[in-house]
């Protein structure tokens, strides 16, 4: 069984909520990954509980110990990030596979700048710089209603709203999408038709948000967590892995 193959049953063995199938299908590493992420959010919550009980000894444990882990899932970013950039995006022939592959690398550095500490400027900048090269993979080799160049400008648009507060760029971008999805609606493909209209409706929702939210600026906190596309964004990737 290939590579894609495996990616494709875990994914499925996921949705399905058979954990133990979904670990059959992925090689030691990633399952080290996903145990270390795991670990991460369960000795973080733990961290959490023991300060709002003032347990200062306890807290000093388990935050060198999530220190351990922190180290841990920096390694494991780094090496993924270093496959990806020397390997599979180079070698990625499709533009599915290539927006996939960028939207990844962003995937990745907020994981290892989440693990590692307040870098949030570098982190932003190497996102950012992600996040031009899928979109502009995404224009070229994808229509404007395909469900994963929109959910790529869904995401890019609330990545600038929220990250770095550039609500204009984020509405621009997000009309743009919708725009241009729109004026090509007629071509839709029955199978991407309720994926592509789901995130379409986000970004009108977001862009709802963002110009009321700006017209009201008593209300800022409103727009502290826009939509965001996930089972739609998901079933779109999933097929591009098969």
Same mark, same amino acid.
């Given at each position: 069984m290939g590579y894609e193959d495996s990616v494709y049953l875990a994914k499925l063995a996921e949705q399905a909520?058979?954990?133990?199938?979904?670990?059959?299908n992925m090689n030691l590493q990633e399952r080290h990954?996903?145990?270390s992420c795991a670990s991460w959010r369960i000795v973080t919550s733990i961290e959490q509980k023991e300060e709002s009980k003032g347990n200062s000894s306890q807290v000093t444990l !388990? =935050?060198?110990?999530r220190q351990k882990i922190e180290a841990e899932l920096a390694k !494991?970013?780094?090496d993924i990030l270093e496959v990806l950039d020397k390997h599979l995006i180079p070698s990625a022939k499709s533009g599915e596979s290539k927006v996939f592959y960028h939207k990844m690398v962003i995937t990745t550095v907020y994981l290892a700048e989440f693990a590692i500490? &307040?870098?949030r400027k570098e982190s932003a900048d190497k996102s950012l710089e992600a996040y031009k090269n899928a979109t502009e993979v995404a224009q070229t080799d994808l229509a404007p209603t395909h469900p994963i160049r929109l959910g790529l400008a869904l995401n890019f648009s609330v990545f600038y709203y929220e990250i770095l507060n550039s609500p204009d760029q984020a509405c621009h971008l997000a009309k743009q999408a919708f725009d241009d999805a729109i004026a090509e609606l007629d071509t839709l493909s029955e199978e991407?038709? =309720? &994926?592509?209209t789901l995130i379409m409706q986000l970004l009108r929702d977001n862009l709802t948000l963002w110009t009321s939210s700006e017209a009201e600026p +008593? +209300?800022?906190? +409103? +727009?502290?967590?826009?939509a965001e596309t996930k089972e739609a964004e998901a079933e779109a990737e999933n097929r591009c892995t098969r």
């Open positions: 909520e058979r954990y133990e199938e979904m670990v059959e990954w996903c145990s !388990i =935050k060198e110990y !494991i970013c780094e500490g &307040d870098k991407s038709y =309720k &994926d592509s +008593a +209300a800022p906190e +409103a +727009a502290a967590a826009p």
